[in-house]
Protein backbone atom coordinates (compact mmCIF):
# COMPACT_ATOMS: atom_id res chain seq x y z
CA UNK A 1 0.00 0.00 0.00
CA UNK A 2 1.74 3.35 -0.73
CA UNK A 3 0.34 6.85 -1.53
CA UNK A 4 1.77 9.25 -3.93
CA UNK A 5 1.86 12.70 -2.97
CA UNK A 6 2.32 16.11 -5.39
CA UNK A 7 5.68 17.72 -4.20
CA UNK A 8 4.02 21.53 -4.16
CA UNK A 9 1.57 20.64 -1.60
CA UNK A 10 1.60 22.25 1.71
CA UNK A 11 2.01 20.29 5.17
CA UNK A 12 -1.72 20.40 5.98
CA UNK A 13 -2.84 19.70 2.05
CA UNK A 14 -0.32 16.41 2.18
CA UNK A 15 -1.41 15.35 5.65
CA UNK A 16 -5.25 15.59 4.90
CA UNK A 17 -5.25 14.24 1.39
CA UNK A 18 -3.05 11.14 2.35
CA UNK A 19 -6.03 10.43 5.04
CA UNK A 20 -8.88 10.67 2.48
CA UNK A 21 -7.06 8.51 0.01
CA UNK A 22 -6.35 5.65 2.29
CA UNK A 23 -9.44 5.97 3.89
CA UNK A 24 -10.79 4.42 0.19
CA UNK A 25 -8.74 1.39 0.27
CA UNK A 26 -9.72 -0.49 3.58
CA UNK A 27 -13.24 -0.43 2.56
CA UNK A 28 -12.25 -1.45 -1.38
CA UNK A 29 -9.48 -4.44 0.15
CA UNK A 30 -10.73 -5.33 3.47
CA UNK A 31 -7.99 -7.79 3.67
CA UNK A 32 -5.25 -4.56 4.65
CA UNK A 33 -7.37 -3.96 7.77
CA UNK A 34 -6.61 -6.05 10.63
CA UNK A 35 -8.91 -6.56 14.20
CA UNK A 36 -10.17 -4.37 16.75
CA UNK A 37 -7.61 -3.30 19.23
CA UNK A 38 -8.47 -3.57 23.32
CA UNK A 39 -6.16 -1.98 26.05
CA UNK A 40 -5.96 -3.90 29.38
CA UNK A 41 -9.16 -2.28 30.71
CA UNK A 42 -10.87 -3.87 28.04
CA UNK A 43 -11.42 -0.61 25.85
CA UNK A 44 -12.05 -0.93 22.42
CA UNK A 45 -10.39 0.29 19.67
CA UNK A 46 -10.54 0.50 15.99
CA UNK A 47 -8.77 -1.56 13.45
CA UNK A 48 -5.93 -0.19 11.84
CA UNK A 49 -3.66 -1.13 8.33
CA UNK A 50 -2.00 -4.85 8.77
CA UNK A 51 1.06 -3.12 7.04
CA UNK A 52 2.61 0.52 6.65
CA UNK A 53 1.70 2.95 4.34
CA UNK A 54 4.48 3.89 2.13
CA UNK A 55 4.12 7.58 1.58
CA UNK A 56 6.12 8.93 -1.64
CA UNK A 57 6.48 12.84 -3.84
CA UNK A 58 6.69 13.20 -6.90
CA UNK A 59 5.88 16.19 -9.77
CA UNK A 60 2.86 16.93 -11.09
CA UNK A 61 4.03 14.87 -14.50
CA UNK A 62 5.40 12.15 -12.21
CA UNK A 63 1.81 11.78 -10.75
CA UNK A 64 0.03 11.49 -14.15
CA UNK A 65 2.22 8.74 -14.92
CA UNK A 66 1.72 6.64 -12.00
CA UNK A 67 -1.83 7.28 -12.46
CA UNK A 68 -1.61 5.72 -16.26
CA UNK A 69 0.32 3.07 -14.69
CA UNK A 70 -2.15 1.84 -11.89
CA UNK A 71 -4.84 2.30 -14.49
CA UNK A 72 -2.93 -0.26 -16.91
CA UNK A 73 -2.39 -2.56 -14.14
CA UNK A 74 -6.12 -2.25 -12.50
CA UNK A 75 -4.26 -1.49 -9.17
CA UNK A 76 -7.00 -0.59 -6.44
CA UNK A 77 -6.93 2.93 -6.26
CA UNK A 78 -7.69 6.25 -4.79
CA UNK A 79 -7.30 10.01 -6.32
CA UNK A 80 -7.17 13.49 -4.64
CA UNK A 81 -7.85 15.91 -6.98
CA UNK A 82 -7.03 19.88 -6.56
CA UNK A 83 -10.41 20.74 -7.26
CA UNK A 84 -11.53 18.54 -3.92
CA UNK A 85 -10.03 21.57 -1.63
CA UNK A 86 -12.49 23.70 -2.55
CA UNK A 87 -15.33 21.27 -1.94
CA UNK A 88 -17.10 20.85 1.54
CA UNK A 89 -18.56 17.41 1.47
CA UNK A 90 -18.63 13.90 -0.24
CA UNK A 91 -21.21 14.22 -2.75
CA UNK A 92 -19.77 17.36 -4.51
CA UNK A 93 -15.70 15.68 -3.77
CA UNK A 94 -17.44 13.28 -6.18
CA UNK A 95 -19.13 15.59 -8.65
CA UNK A 96 -15.92 17.64 -8.82
CA UNK A 97 -13.85 14.25 -10.35
CA UNK A 98 -17.21 13.07 -12.48
CA UNK A 99 -16.97 16.61 -14.16
CA UNK A 100 -13.16 15.93 -15.49
CA UNK A 101 -12.06 13.45 -17.91
CA UNK A 102 -9.21 11.35 -16.77
CA UNK A 103 -6.73 12.18 -18.99
CA UNK A 104 -7.08 16.07 -17.14
CA UNK A 105 -7.74 15.51 -13.67
CA UNK A 106 -5.34 17.53 -11.83
CA UNK A 107 -4.09 15.24 -9.31
CA UNK A 108 -2.39 16.02 -5.95
CA UNK A 109 -2.71 12.42 -4.17
CA UNK A 110 -2.77 8.99 -5.87
CA UNK A 111 -3.14 6.04 -3.00
CA UNK A 112 -2.73 1.91 -4.76
CA UNK A 113 -2.44 -1.30 -3.05
CA UNK A 114 -1.25 -4.09 -4.75
CA UNK A 115 2.09 -6.61 -4.99
CA UNK A 116 5.82 -4.68 -4.11
CA UNK A 117 6.70 -4.86 -7.58
CA UNK A 118 3.23 -3.66 -9.17
CA UNK A 119 3.52 -0.82 -6.72
CA UNK A 120 7.24 -0.03 -7.20
CA UNK A 121 6.65 0.06 -11.09
CA UNK A 122 3.63 2.35 -10.86
CA UNK A 123 5.38 5.22 -8.67
CA UNK A 124 8.55 4.84 -10.87
CA UNK A 125 9.96 8.31 -10.50
CA UNK A 126 8.68 9.15 -7.23
CA UNK A 127 10.84 9.42 -4.32
CA UNK A 128 9.86 8.66 -0.46
CA UNK A 129 8.11 11.22 1.23
CA UNK A 130 11.06 13.15 3.60
Given amino acids: MAVLLRDDLETWQRLNVTAFLVSGL ?5 EVVGEPYEDADGVGYLPMF ?3 VLIFEGTKETLKAAHTRALSRALPRAL ?3 DLFATGNDHDNRAAVR ?3 TTD ?3 VGLAVYGPRNAVDKTFKGARMHP
Wanted: aromatic share 6%; net charge positive; charged share 20%.
Fill in 105 to 107: LDL
Fill in 80 to 82: FTR
Fill in 26 to 30: GPQVP
Fill in 99 to 101: AVP
Fill in 50 to 52: RQP
